[in-house]
């Protein structure tokens, strides 16, 4: 079954968090920034919903580059 964007859309919407405050932070780890700017990180628990909406943030370039240190 493949997930259509807007199950990810409603999966990212549900609590609040407006589309655009969304960013992919690597292949199956989403997050947002909050009201203060701070990046808060989210687990989807079903891996493929987690894979599509970091897919569908990639897409439209909201993405957070995690630098090692």
């Known amino acids: ?9 409603q999966a990212l919407t549900v ?3 407006t589309l655009d405050r969304w960013l992919s932070l690597g292949s199956h780890l989403v997050g947002y920034l909050d009201e203060s700017s701070g ?3 989210r687990i989807i628990e079903d891996e493929a ?6 897919k569908m943030l990639q897409k ?6 995690i630098k090692r240190v």
Request: charged share 20%.
């Open 1 to 9: 079954m493949k997930i259509k964007d807007e199950d990810v859309i």
């Open 15 to 17: 609590n609040g968090i």
């Open 39 to 41: 990046l808060m990180a």
């Open 49 to 54: 919903l987690a894979v599509a909406a970091s």
């Open 60 to 65: 439209r370039g909201q993405i957070h580059n």
